[in-house]
């Protein structure tokens, strides 16, 4: 059901606690194989944003806090994408050479998102437990529940056989098998068109096709548990990921918000009925951008043939009026779905609050196309929702985002033009190109979701309900309980 939206802080108090966990990690564990912070480096995979390479500065500070309190040298933290700047390094496979010489003589590469929380004393006696002359994946391991599209249908005949880390908890490589990756990566690199899931996809070259390494379930991994020392007294957790959505102020008004549903009149009562009937009903401001005038929705007739697929001009258009139309000037914030895109209208207010509308924000969940080569560039799925503040929308037309056909795929183009002209794609695993059973369970479970998208083979009053309506409905009730008390104190 939908969860809770208790906000969980964690600033600063991991950093108070280091003491503690480094005088209990000796009552903790037995002795082993020797590791210390100067085997260990710690690469958070970092973002551009100003926004999201604060909150990895964060946690390298508290990393590089738990080292000092352990009195021991040699604890490098890196941003990964202060290092390493070229514009695929996210999905880490390109970097793996320039890894291997940069650090050549640590024993483990400790991978990380940039919120994960890490007990490094705690960690570095997990460590203690592994062989390091052997080639060694570590993680938290999820498994797909069916055969997935964002995997490419891969080990279809068992999705279970199949193992990959959930990033969130952190996962390690020992040098062992870095030194492997490296030289695969070198010798003969992926040919690597989309990057889609960044976890699937690096488990799968680790384990060249049954030839490599296996992921090695470490349950001191977790992204749904307590990094707290009397949590991993019972054997639990080093590591953390918070599950509430970070919300930095009150969240963003919906009247600076406008929702431009992309639809056509082949679903004006199948999809846009769908959406009247679930997050449109909380949403104050929404457009349907149609081939037709519908008076009965209402929608709005762009003057755009109608396509299968691609829909670039129409993107391009609803882009146009956002900058160009008077009477949408209010808006600071466009959002940009299609017709079959289930979400929740609160959950992304909260999540806006972060963001500066004044700044270039392209925010959505990001995929990659074309990093195993030199012309690589990061786009936003366009059926998780894009997102685009007033400036960027500014900075798109401005500088002559164009469309050299009606369907050209929008998100695509789009994300072509991003890299041209140095807007930064920004990525929130909180958007989802695809439908819940396509995602491993085990990571939808630690995190709020703010979309999905397609309604073939299930239920979308189903989804939105278990996923989003409590918040939503809950959001709504409060703005109306807030308006009643505003009214009773002008009286």
Known sequence: ???????????????????????????????????????????????????????????????????????????????????????????????????????????????????????VAGLLEVLKKYDTSKPLLLGKALVDQVPSIIHHYKFHEDVTKFKFPDFEAGWLINRKLLQIIARRWKEEPADINFSIDIKHEVAVFIWDEGNGSNLINVPELCSDGSPLPREYKKGKCVTQHHKEIAQCEESVPQEKVLFAVKTCQKFHKSRVKVVLNTWGQFADNVIYYSDVKDDSIPTVDVNIPNVERGHCSKTLEILKRFLEDEKQAKYLWLIIVDDDTILSVSRLMKLLSCYDPTEEIFLGERYGYG???????????????????????????????????????????????????????????LFHQSQPQQYALGFLEHQTPVSFHKHTNLDPYEVYTIWFYADDESAARDEQNSIKTSKKEEL
């Open 1 to 119: 059901m939908a969860t809770s939206m208790k906000l969980f802080l964690f600033t600063g108090t991991i950093v108070t606690l280091s003491t503690l966990w480094t005088s209990l990690s000796v009552e903790i564990f037995e002795e082993g194989h020797s590791v210390t912070v100067k085997d260990v480096v710690f690469l958070i995979r970092s973002q551009q944003s100003s926004v999201h390479a604060k909150r990895a500065e964060k946690s390298k500070e508290r990393i590089e806090s738990q080292c000092k309190q352990l009195n021991q040298a040699g604890c490098d933290v890196v941003l990964i994408h202060e290092k390493y700047q070229s514009i695929g390094s996210w999905i880490l496979l390109p970097i793996f050479p320039s890894l291997e010489n940069d650090f050549p003589k640590k024993k483990w590469l400790f991978f990380c998102e940039e919120e994960t929380q890490v007990n």
């Open 371 to 429: 990093h195993g080569r030199m012309f690589g560039y990061d786009y936003i799925t366009g059926g998780g929702g894009m997102v685009f503040s007033r400036q960027a929308v500014s900075s798109f037309i401005k500088k002559g985002l164009r469309c050299s056909k009606h369907d050209d795929p929008d998100d695509m183009i789009i994300g072509m033009y991003a890299k041209s002209f140095s807007i930064p794609v920004i990525h929130s695993p």
